[in-house]
């Protein structure tokens, strides 16, 4: 606060200036994000046939939301028992962290019978990764390079990157064929220096959802051994993409077998549907039990400056669900459900665009797996779905096929023949 | 193959100061055994406790069978308008002209870090954070990993195990000028001991004077006095004074919400444009932490604030959670004097909020937690909410032991 005296002649003014300082002056108004920004342009769109094919959140046929069944179920068990609010322990809730290392690596995985890995739940995937990368940060001090696959989700890059993290890319994604780049993929990883980070989506890759075939990862999993590089594991859809825990977690357990020592992320937000209660776990493969001692006692020493200890909610939800049989059954079913649904849509836009008299090849949208579909539209094309039609997707050409439903897809077939003829 | 080590040279770290005390206590056998070392309140009866207005507002909830979807980045809208208001007041210029922004956070951990990256990111004019000597043993690491350098200002008189005014006013008047100053708004962790309303004027002044900038943490608003505006005064009283503070406040404490991680962090800004830009950097800052909020304590926390009957009854029962640690000082000190002590302990009186510096040394702590199995951490910090008007005798029993 100023105080100033100004004499003005006939007296003294006192004028008190209240000098409201700003210590944020030359903070810029950052971009929107652009994933959660097209959801926002979404709700401003009155149009009634509106599609949000934005943000990768499963939709039911009538484009509703989706609390699982078993999810409300786990939630009445957890309610009658009027368990307290305690804090969990840093590394999360035990019981979680045990039944999410089983579901990804299997019950009867070598790595969990002798106790070589240790599990920590995270809020959901990205603070999986977030603590990942952190700890490679601090940890793998023998490089600093991250290489993601062309392209990745959108938010693999800032994690890694104020994590402390150099990013680089190697080749994935064929324009070409809207499919994997196979032969790109092997000669950009035969040349990344050794001991580097490579980040490998276990399923239904994000944007594209082209994953490799299992012939194809076993020749990745041997040359990534020769390059001798630090395999990360994003698997944020494990069961969502093929509608089979187990196939899904299959390239996962292959390079655990084949004597990769991963570091893997989950998340339950999708597969489970408990995106905003923030479920994941981070794994880190060690070579011995004491390694996995020393390494837990690390992550713990991470985490607390970050969050203290993770929310208890959703971690007590997903863990009823995967120690209760019947709920576990049921979830199994109900993700297929989920999975087959999905499925169904990629089906029915192509034969809707054939229908319509498409005559361009719409084969990728059925061979490729899990939310997304990576359409092969150019962003011209893109922006007149969008002004044209109301159908909102992210500018890469990116759709979440949970957002297409039976009485849609047909208006969504229409609009991208007349944007493609 | 032969598994291959990444990890060869990562050594095995030291276990959390705090958190080890409950573990050590969880292996104690002794029936006798007493837990003050978390920061956790418990009932009279030595047990957690949820609030019933807690129970309520997550019986409201379920009914709403409401779903899943991820909240916006920078949290639940409505939680973080009653978060601010419950600060600043409902009647506060602020936020009438919307010149602060709220986040939801992952409680006051959460809160404090984001702060400190944000800090580390935008206040490009100085890397120094400083806190007061001494202070709760996370903040550390959490401006250190954020990438500040941390001192540290005169705050403890372990001569009187009061506020070291003098030495305070001292220190910080020679605190470079845009320092970060980091503030308990009240219940000062780990000491229990807050500045008088004139001592908080007096620094408002000085840290004014010297251009700093304020950091409050208010991880005990209600809890410490009982009355939730009387906790906030200094907080209201340096945004008042012109302070553009930054903020973080938790709900694990006063809505007893501690594993469901609620809290809120605040920019008190120039003016709304300032705060929509600030706003802004805090998404980009958050999203590639964790990319949005958990949703289930900050719903409960929400739902309290703005059900007026929740939120009376939330009012009684801090004040009643407040009240039972005033009583537990005032016990102890009784019976330690009915033990025969002759220390003057009139700060276990004085002090405010879950913890009490008690002024034992390391190796009273070592007797206290091996020859009676009362467990508290080594700088002799007690959490009054262990206490029990069961266990009460045995622990004044056990201190004059220790200290006669």
């Not at 797996?369 to 990116?398: A, H, N, W």
Request: a positive charge; charged letters at 25%.
């Amino acid at each position: 606060m100023t105080v100033s005296l100004i004499n003005g002649g006939r007296g003294v003014y006192i004028l008190f200036f209240f000098f409201f300082s700003s210590w944020w002056t030359e903070v810029q108004m950052g971009p929107p994000d652009p994933i959660l920004g097209v959801t926002e342009a979404f709700k401003r769109d009155t149009n009634p046939k509106k599609m949000n094919l934005g943000v990768g959140a499963y939709r039911d046929d009538q484009g509703k939301p989706f609390v699982l069944n078993c999810v409300r179920k786990a939630e009445a068990q957890i309610a009658a028992k009027k368990l307290d609010k305690e804090y969990l322990p840093i590394g999360g809730m035990a019981e979680f962290s045990k039944a999410c290392a089983q579901l990804a690596l299997g019950p009867d995985n070598e790595v969990l019978k002798s106790g070589r890995s240790i599990t920590v739940q995270t809020i959901s995937g990205t603070g999986s990764l977030r603590v990942g990368a952190n700890f490679v940060s601090r940890f793998h001090n023998v490089s600093r390079d991250v290489y993601l696959p062309k392209p990745s989700w959108g938010n693999h890059t800032p994690i890694f990157r104020d994590a402390g993290m150099q990013l680089k890319a190697y080749s994935y994604y064929d324009p070409k064929t809207c499919g994997f780049d196979f032969k790109g993929a092997l000669d950009e990883i035969s040349k990344i220096p050794e001991k580097s980070v490579i980040v490998l989506h276990a399923c239904a890759h994000n944007p594209t959802g082209v994953d490799p075939r299992p012939e194809q990862w076993k020749e990745m999993a041997a040359l990534i051994k020769k390059r001798n590089l630090l395999v990360f594991f994003d698997m944020a859809y494990q069961g969502f993409a093929s509608g089979d825990i187990d196939r899904d977690a299959w390239a996962v357990r292959y390079f655990i077998e084949q004597g990769h020592n991963i570091l893997l992320s989950q998340s339950f937000a999708k597969n489970m549907g408990l995106y905003g209660e923030r479920v994941g776990g981070f794994t880190v493969v060690c070579k011995d039990a004491e390694e996995a001692k020393r390494v837990e006692s690390q992550l713990k020493i991470l985490i607390r400056p970050i969050y203290s200890n993770p929310p208890m909610n959703g971690a007590r939800i997903a863990s009823t669900i995967l120690n209760t049989p019947e709920l576990y059954k049921e979830w199994l079913v109900e993700v297929k459900g989920m999975a087959d649904r999905i499925i169904k849509m990629r089906e029915m836009l192509v034969s809707n665009l054939k229908k319509e008299g498409s005559t361009h090849n719409w084969q990728h949208v059925i061979d490729q797996i899990g939310m997304f579909c990576f359409t092969g539209l150019k962003p011209e094309q893109v922006e007149r779905l969008i002004k044209e039609f109301s159908i909102y997707m992210t500018k890469d050409g990116r759709i979440s096929v949970a957002g297409v439903t039976s009485a849609n897809v047909g208006y969504l077939a229409h609009a991208i023949h007349a944007v493609t003829k």
